[in-house]
């Protein structure tokens, strides 16, 4: 069971719907999302016009920008120093590409996820004294790293740390030449919500304005922000939306030989992008290199020079991706089958796996916990004793309730939805016990929520209005796709499609007898029993089969434009039912 709550805000809706030369619904939806005001939705519709903020408004980037500056005329080493995932990938090749484009003597390292784990780290450090290296520039890592960072700086290395991660929890940060991340004490840039490569882009502008390169000769880099945004999960929202609107344009036209060939093996190639193709399709090859490999022959790719090497390397790493997948489908099985034999009465689920490859934990915690709607902790074998991924549920704090475990825990770190952990064999059980004897919330505050932005009867769901919601990409975290919703409406035929059996088309008719074509992706058995729990199995029976059923349910739903066989018509995409 879910619990529906509708968005219902007040504004003047007619005057805005004349002013914008929208239709009323789709005014009502701004209003509904706080874009009240006509230069509220206006500056929402209009990202173009979004001004950035200055970068220099970063505390410490003027004097960042001396020091690269001067490094860079005087052919110091330097060395950019990222991480495996997309945005520590896509801020390696920013940092690496500018400071090449600027005349720097410039290399890189990124660690290994199993053998170094996150970010700059001892090994890194050791390698940067015995090749010489005179500078460190870290990106989408480096803001705790004080162990690694005083290493360095006993060693006479210049650092300058890129980060957009909180700084511990004093607000501290390590002793270095500079620290670039708008999320540290005393800094002023006004949007704090930037990812790791977006913080290396405003590095770079500033950089380049410093050296006297003009901006628009450093757009390109936009395309690699707007991938890491998506693929980080930031908020799509002000200069955010900006960077990746501008980016899928980018991305669109891209003269980088790797990512075109990136964009071809996955069939995306002269195709208009969205945000969906940068989440679920671009980046998961990029984070598979990370995964079950090495993140550098992602940055291989993204600097390859040869179309037919792209080419290789492109597909290499779409295999790898559909491996993770593999890998991941396996995980989820396994742990479902504990969940439903070992822990169906836990609040907390804690999954033990020895023989999950530990890169893909998290995926798998993410996927069980939207299922069962319950924080979860899978825990896998690592190099140095257990290792675990936890994903939680907006209403549990799974940092802080850890954090009162810290004694069974070797190693923690993370936030309030998401952590990363070690601990010994030993205390696995005592954790899933103290975890659940204390867990702090009732039942219906562990409800799943589905926020509707708008009642709207399925009869003004028009292509115009699917055509309007469209100027909302791009959508994401903070500024998703609408969920809408209608009451007492007809499923009249269902049948089953898809290589999985997992899709379902439906026959929708209103109360006004108008029929519509409606889906639902992730079809499961569990609609089948709803229906046979509430209208009988004989209803269920005529909905698969012949004749029109009478089974009438409220729906969450979103509107789309469905293209097959050269024509376009609206389809209804079922998100929920009661």
Known sequence: MKKWILKNKKGDLEKMSMELGKSKAFCNLLINRGFDTLESARAYLNSEQILLNPPELMKDMERACDILAKKIFQKSKIRVVGDYDVDGIASTYILLSAISKFGGNVDWDIPDRVNDGYGINDRIIQDCISDGVDTIITCDNGISAFESIEMAKKNDICVII?????????????????????????????????????????????????????????????????????????????????????????????????????????????????????????????????????????????????????????????????????????????????????????????????????????????????????????????????????????????????????????????????????????????????????????????????????????????RTLVEEIELMQPFGKANPCPVLGDKRINFSKGRIVGTNKNVLLIDLIDSFKKTYKGIMFNYSSEFDRYIERKYGISELEIFFGKGSSQIKLDIAYQANLNTYNGNTNLQIVIKDYK
């Open 162 to 462: 890129t980060d957009h991660h909180e700084p511990i929890e004093s607000g501290e940060v390590p002793s270095c030449d500079a620290v670039v991340n708008p999320k540290q004490g005393g800094c002023n840039y006004p949007f704090k919500s930037l990812c790791g490569a977006a913080v290396a882009y405003k590095l770079v502008l500033a950089l380049g304005k410093r050296i006297g390169v003009a901006e628009e000769n450093l757009m390109e880099y936009l395309q690699y922000a707007a991938l890491a945004t998506v693929c980080d999960i930031v908020d799509l929202t002000e200069e955010n939306r900006y960077i990746v609107k501008k980016g899928l344009e980018l991305l669109e036209g891209t003269n980088n030989i790797g990512l075109t060939a990136l964009l071809e093996v996955n069939g995306l190639k002269g195709r208009q992008l969205s945000s969906y193709d940068l989440g679920f399709l671009l980046g998961p090859c990029l984070n598979a290199a990370g995964r079950l490999d090495t993140a550098k022959s992602a940055i291989k790719l993204l600097m390859c020079q040869n179309t037919e090497e792209a080419g290789l390397l492109a597909l290499a790493l779409k295999e790898l991706n559909e491996e993770r997948k593999e890998k991941t489908e396996e995980g989820v099985k396994r742990a479902l089958d504990q969940v439903e034999c070992f822990y169906k009465d836990d609040k907390f689920l804690v999954v033990y796996q020895p023989e999950l490859h530990e890169s893909i934990a998290g995926i798998v915690a993410g996927r069980i916990k939207d299922k069962y709607h319950l924080p979860t902790l899978i825990l896998t074998d690592g190099e140095d004793g257990v290792k675990g991924s936890g994903r939680s549920i907006e209403a549990y704090n799974m940092f802080l309730e850890l954090s009162k475990e810290r004694k069974l825990l070797d190693k923690f770190g993370g936030h309030p939805l998401a952590v990363g952990l070690s601990l010994k064999n030993k205390n696995i059980r005592a954790l899933r016990r103290n975890l659940n004897l204390d867990f702090p919330l009732k039942e219906e505050e562990i409800l799943p929520k589905v926020k509707l932005d708008l009642f709207l009867p399925l009869r003004f769901a028009s």
